[in-house]
């Protein structure tokens, strides 16, 4: 019975020790973009600007979708502002 809880616990080692290696030895997609071994031809280039372009927009689009969903009161209804603001 004592077999149990040791296997658990080298088990959970090896699976702890694989996703630090995995945090330390992979690198993100800024790091491949940016390193010199990873050169990119001008179109490749310009194509990865405008997805990243396309993912900014889109999350601007979606936190303006999430604050019209937050708020009650429908879209058409204007709110007075106070003349102060």
Known sequence: MSNYPKAFAIGL???GLGYALMLTT????EELYKARLFK?????KKQYEQVKADETRRQAFSDVLRQ?????????IKKE????Q
């Open 26 to 29: 992979v690198p993100t997609e």
């Open 13 to 15: 080692g090896i699976v």
């Open 40 to 44: 990119l031809s001008p179109e490749l």
């Open 68 to 76: 019209a969903a937050a708020n009650p009161d429908p879209m058409w």
């Open 81 to 84: 502002t106070p003349k102060n």
